[in-house]
């Protein structure tokens, strides 16, 4: 019944998992230990798997900006370079931290953790796997949307702690753009939300196990994925809307002034963000950990049943993942007006045009 | 439990005095976004998710971030707030007694619904399903709350066309 609570309904293999440990665990101690211990535990996990999918998408990033530039990126650590990404771990845990005379101490320290916190609950609410999911509120899309909106307060307030106006002029930037694109990626969610009918991820995915949301719902689903993909990738600070740490002219934005593991967590934070945004796509639709289905094809349906869902979330979000350094790598800088026109002006009502489309195909 | 609630009520305590007395206004702004954060915990505490998610997403992902906004449009850096006289410290010690008052008067007055703790721990759990939310919302019946939905958006309009006003004038 708390918030990280192992609440899981799920009734398939990681629920039932959850369940029996979640008894044992109260046959051997007292109900207020074994809380504790589960709520440790679901940290620790949340925690782990967050840092090993950011080691993970800082070596893909690499490699795969590699490809694009014709070069081979990292290769030297390990077989085709695979403990670059340990290694570099390592060197920037070790590296000095600067502290800076002007700074506001206490917002400089406090803003690396709302950013990291913000995308940690986030990320707690991804159905990984049936039943693995550490939040599954009834409102899990309303949740996503509310908690990721609570990283720009880190991003503005490490801009103004830092004292320096490459910093400030990075924290506008991003919070403008950020608070923008959060409205129309929140409305390319609400279609889907009409199309399933419900906010909770776990049933959103149950419901795409005989077809995927983006092909069950004709034309506005794709439109929504899209709306959403562009959103996403502007909330991420990625791709070509990286403009709040553009390094031809602000350095390199809101964390110019941090350095060592500081700087690391910003950078970790950023690339699990990507990962997020990946998988609610991922979960939104392209259903999930669901395996791909057709109606009516049902030998071809079983095959698709023998890969593990994990597996299947994994590799859709990891496409997805992938798209979105395809288009980063392959579209210049976009300009502050034309970034803020771009969402205010074409995406925005294209987003609220859409949620009417939707609504008249679920009627029909 | 009840170390949650404590830990939360502690945080929320501390930070709405901290709120007060810290003199920088970004400070200010901080604690205040841990007050609203705590109180959308006590929400989720309690089962009410909706209401705690709308509390975080309204309040510290909305109000916040504009109050955030207009420090860093307004306010240069290390600016302090001046320390106030004592003749504004009395109206002000009088004005907030006042309000203890009020709201302790309603809080011994009013009769709960769940006095006894199996009642209240056989509401608890169960999570309200958003369509019972929405349909309240979006519903003309009783206990239903179209119209006051409606009058609110018509109020955000206003308040969009003032804005846009004040933003026109040159």
């Known amino acids: 019944m708390s918030l990280a609570g192992l609440d899981i309904t799920a009734p398939f293999h990681f629920g039932t998992v959850t369940q029996w440990f979640d008894s044992w665990l109260n046959s051997v101690m007292p109900h207020f230990w074994a809380l504790t211990i589960e709520f440790?535990?679901?940290?620790?996990?949340?925690?782990?798997?967050?840092?090993?999918?950011?080691?993970?998408?800082?070596?893909?990033?690499?490699?795969?900006?590699?490809?694009?530039?014709?070069?081979?990126?990292?290769?030297?650590?390990?077989?085709?370079?695979?403990?670059?990404?340990?290694?570099?771990?390592?060197?920037?845990?070790?590296?000095?931290?600067?502290?800076?005379?002007?700074?506001?101490?206490?917002?400089?320290?406090?803003?690396?953790?709302?950013?990291?916190?913000?995308?940690?609950?986030?990320?707690?609410?991804?159905?990984?796997?049936?039943?693995?999911?550490?939040?599954?509120?009834?409102?899990?899309?309303?949740?996503?949307?509310?908690?990721?909106?609570?990283?720009?307060?880190?991003?503005?307030?490490?801009?103004?702690?830092?004292?320096?106006?490459?910093?400030?002029?990075?924290?506008?930037?991003?919070?403008?753009?950020?608070?923008?694109?959060?409205?129309?990626?929140?409305?390319?969610?609400?279609?889907?939300?009409?199309?399933?009918?419900?906010m909770q991820l776990s049933e959103i995915v149950e419901q795409q196990a005989d077809l995927w949301f983006i092909f069950k719902g004709h034309v506005p689903a794709v439109i929504a994925f899209f709306i959403y993909v562009i959103a996403g990738h502007a909330e991420t600070n990625r791709g070509p809307f990286d403009l709040p740490e553009a390094e031809?002219?602000?350095?390199?934005?809101?964390?110019?002034?941090?350095?060592?593991?500081?700087?690391g967590l910003f950078y970790v934070a950023e690339y699990v963000n990507l990962f997020i945004i990946a998988a609610i796509a991922s979960t939104m639709f392209l259903g999930g950990w669901q395996p791909f289905h057709i109606p009516g094809w049902d030998a071809f349906n079983g095959i698709m049943d023998y890969i593990p869902p994990a597996l299947w979330f994994t590799g859709k979000t990891l496409a997805c993942v992938f798209l979105a350094l395809w288009v980063r790598w392959s579209f210049p800088r976009l300009r502050i007006d034309q970034l803020l026109g771009l969402e205010w002006k074409i995406l925005m009502p294209l987003a609220l045009i859409n949620i009417v489309l939707m609504s008249l195909v679920v009627l029909w | 439990?009840?170390?949650?609630?404590?830990?939360?009520?502690?945080?929320?305590?501390?930070?709405?005095?901290?709120?007060?007395?810290?003199?920088?206004?970004?400070?200010?702004?901080?604690?205040?976004?841990?007050?609203?954060?705590?109180?959308?915990?006590?929400?989720?505490?309690?089962?009410?998710?909706?209401?705690?998610?709308?509390?975080?997403?309204?309040?510290?992902?909305?109000?916040?971030?504009?109050?955030?906004?207009?420090?860093?449009?307004?306010?240069?850096k290390g600016e302090r707030s001046e320390v106030h006289g004592v003749k504004r410290i009395i109206p002000a010690v009088l004005a907030s007694v006042l309000g203890i008052g009020v709201i302790a008067i309603a809080v011994i007055k009013h009769t709960f619904l769940y006095v006894d703790k199996t009642a209240a721990a056989a509401a608890d759990t169960t999570e309200i399903d958003m369509k019972v939310i929405g349909?309240?919302?979006?519903?003309?019946?009783?206990?239903?709350?179209?119209?006051?939905?409606?009058?609110?958006?018509?109020?955000?309009?206003?308040?969009?066309?003032?804005?846009?006003?004040?933003?026109?004038?040159?």
């Not at chain 1, 920037?92 to 953790?113: H, Q, Y």
């Not at chain 1, 990721?148 to 801009?159: F, K, Q, R």
């Not at chain 1, 031809?248 to 700087?263: N, P």
């Not at chain 2, 018509?154 to 040159?170: D, P, W």
């Open chain 1, 40 to 198: 440790i535990l679901a940290g620790v996990l949340l925690l782990a798997s967050y840092a090993v999918f950011a080691l993970v998408m800082i070596y893909m990033e690499r490699k795969i900006c590699g490809f694009f530039q014709c070069r081979l990126g990292p290769d030297r650590v390990g077989k085709w370079g695979i403990f670059q990404v340990f290694a570099d771990m390592l060197k920037i845990l070790l590296k000095e931290l600067v502290t800076i005379n002007r700074a506001d101490k206490m917002l400089f320290r406090l803003s690396i953790f709302f950013v990291i916190l913000a995308s940690l609950c986030t990320f707690a609410a991804i159905p990984f796997d049936k039943g693995l999911q550490a939040v599954d509120f009834n409102m899990g899309v309303f949740y996503l949307l509310a908690v990721s909106s609570l990283g720009v307060i880190g991003i503005l307030t490490a801009g103004w702690a830092s004292d320096s106006k490459y910093t400030m002029i990075g924290a506008m930037r991003s919070g403008a753009q950020l608070i923008s694109y959060e409205l129309s990626a929140g409305l390319a969610l609400l279609s889907i939300v009409i199309l399933s009918g419900t």
């Open chain 1, 248 to 263: 031809s002219e602000l350095t390199a934005g809101y964390h110019t002034e941090y350095s060592g593991i500081k700087f």
């Open chain 2, 1 to 76: 439990m009840i170390l949650i609630f404590a830990i939360l009520a502690l945080v929320i305590i501390v930070s709405s005095v901290l709120a007060i007395t810290s003199n920088r206004m970004m400070h200010v702004a901080m604690y205040l976004l841990f007050v609203l954060a705590g109180t959308a915990g006590l929400y989720f505490l309690l089962g009410y998710h909706f209401l705690g998610v709308v509390q975080l997403s309204v309040y510290a992902g909305g109000v916040l971030i504009l109050f955030i906004f207009a420090i860093l449009l307004t306010n240069t």
């Open chain 2, 135 to 170: 349909n309240a919302l979006m519903g003309t019946e009783k206990y239903q709350y179209l119209l006051p939905f409606e009058v609110l958006s018509v109020l955000l309009l206003a308040c969009i066309i003032g804005g846009i006003l004040i933003a026109r004038k040159r």
